[in-house]
């Protein structure tokens, strides 16, 4: 469904376990080929498949911004991120290094990387584009063969790119299944030729996925949900941590798993910032992304306005101040689409509901603190560990604070920007995405150990 006019898109085909098997054996049946082939034959693919998705760019942001709500400078800028690492991991896979260590004059061990076998990659619906990337990529260079399981939500630029990548590489190497995640995407994390996971999603599904993993003795990826901690010293640049603090809640209706959603602003600049950052809020244009005015879409789908909307109960109810939005748009074009108003709630206690539990939508939730010590315990109060923000120009403090907040990623007077090693501490999930070092959980190590000496050992 488009989720800005209600309106059915496109039908897909939902797949089942028998389906299931048939992708499982084309998978398995390529890998035979695709792990032999050399690394500069891999890159080589990699790069044709991004250059061809640079060529199709704007037809897949066309699709995007149609099946998710996003806007189209955003879905322009996330297939941008798909593009380049695919260039990346061809790069990194054709400069990788396997290691040699020397045990003494007469032995050493070759320590050399070997692909998995077919790695079963399960989507969320909120970034499927960059998110394909960040997990095929890696898995691809690495010399796995892939299944593509899409979210039901947003299959379709999904199954674009990987109708893409299909006209690239040889049959089998990747596939695409859609279908819901109960049945297929259950039926395939229990497989027995799987031989790999790696899910994006929600904490509550990743731990049913973690669980299916280890029962089926397979590495498995999590990224999971997040609240992001985003901390303003006063100190900071003003306005540019405005614009960020609005930029990381609003993005894609704040449906990011990095999303900031915990603003904690320092007393001295409490007033003056909100005051700031409500005017920007109630200034955004909400609408159809088809529209280049519009700078802040719907959200994905009805069942996901619903329980944004309940969160904003769950706030006033609390006793959090309602500051400006608080409720669904209507009138007009407004009433086919599941168009929420930006949303702040100040006066927050980091122990709300509000400030503890993902709402993946376009609600900021404020806190307000005092001194670093204050501001660390709360913001490490959290069962989440995705993504956190620093905004002060005292390069000691910022350091301090960096060490010190329980996150996988912190930004320091910056936000959003998607570069370098990526994933959760805490119940934000399990291994890193979109550096080299998602090469690493996509292989599997063997030690080859030499020896150069026909000594005998004087024993037995
Ligand atoms: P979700 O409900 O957990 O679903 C994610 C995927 O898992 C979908 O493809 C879903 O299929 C499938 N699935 C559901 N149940 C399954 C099962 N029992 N076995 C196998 N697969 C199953 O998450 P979502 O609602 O799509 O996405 C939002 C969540 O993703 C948020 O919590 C967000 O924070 C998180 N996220 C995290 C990151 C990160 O990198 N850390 C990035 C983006 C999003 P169906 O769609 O058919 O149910
Ligand atoms: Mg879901």
Redesign the pocket.
């Known amino acids: 469904m488009n989720p800005a006019t209600g309106e059915l898109l496109s039908s897909v085909a939902s797949a089942d376990s028998g389906e299931a098997d048939k992708v499982i054996a084309s998978a398995e049946q390529a890998f035979s080929k695709w792990r032999k082939t050399t690394r500069t034959e891999r890159a080589a693919l990699m790069r044709q498949i991004a250059d061809r998705f640079e060529a199709e760019q704007e037809y897949l942001a066309q699709v995007d911004i149609r099946e998710t709500g996003r806007c189209l400078g955003e879905s322009m800028l996330l297939l941008s991120n798909c593009i380049s690492e695919f260039r990346y991991m061809a790069a990194a896979i054709e400069a990788y290094e396997e290691t040699l260590i020397q045990h003494n004059n007469d032995s050493f061990s070759m320590v050399v990387k070997e692909p998995l076998g077919v790695a079963v990659l399960?989507?969320?619906?909120?970034?499927p584009g960059m998110?394909f990337s960040w997990k095929v990529a890696p898995a691809l260079a690495a010399g796995n063969t892939v299944i593509v399981?899409?979210?039901?939500?947003a299959p379709l630029v999904v199954m674009e790119l990987g109708r893409i990548c299909q006209e690239v590489l040889p049959p089998g190497v990747l596939n695409v299944i859609a279908?819901?995640?109960?049945e297929v995407?259950?039926y395939l994390?229990g497989h027995p030729k799987t031989a790999k996971i790696s899910?994006?999603?929600?904490?509550?599904?990743?731990r049913?996925?973690g669980k299916?993993a280890a029962e089926n003795i397979v590495p498995c990826s999590l990224?999971?949900?997040?609240k992001s901690a985003n901390i303003v010293f006063p100190d900071a640049h003003m306005d540019k941590a405005i614009q960020f603090a609005a930029m990381a809640i609003l993005s894609s209706s704040g449906q990011?798993?990095v999303s900031g959603s915990r603003l904690f602003l320092h007393e001295q600049i409490y007033d003056e910032f909100l005051e700031k950052l409500k005017v920007k809020f109630e200034n955004v244009t909400v609408g159809n992304p088809v529209n280049p005015e519009t700078q802040m879409g719907p959200v994905v789908d009805k069942s996901q306005m619903n329980s944004i909307l309940d969160y904003i109960d769950i706030g006033k109810n609390e006793g959090a101040t309602l500051l400006c939005g608080g409720e669904r748009l209507t009138g007009g074009e407004y009433d086919k689409g599941c168009f929420i108003a930006p949303t702040i709630f100040s006066n927050v206690e980091n122990s709300m509901r509000i400030a503890q539990e993902?709402i993946?939508g376009p609600v900021l939730v404020v806190i307000r603190f005092s001194d670093e010590t204050e501001v660390i315990k709360m913001a490490n109060d959290s069962p989440y560990g995705?993504a956190a923000g620093v905004w002060t120009k005292d390069l000691q403090r910022a350091l301090r604070v960096s060490r010190s907040l329980e996150a996988g990623l912190v930004w320091v007077n910056d936000f959003l920007t998607s570069i370098g090693p990526?994933g959760?501490y805490k119940k934000?999930?399990l291994g890193r995405?979109i550096h080299k070092v998602a090469l690493e959980y996509y292989s599997n190590t063997k030690n080859i150990l030499v020896s150069t000496s026909d000594d005998i050992p004087p024993i037995f």
């Open positions: 399960i989507l969320p619906w909120n970034s998110l399981k899409p979210a039901s939500a279908g819901s995640g109960r995407g259950n994390v899910f994006t999603g929600s904490t509550e599904v990743g049913f996925i299916a990224e999971l949900g997040g990011i798993c993902e993946f995705l990526f959760g934000s999930g995405e």
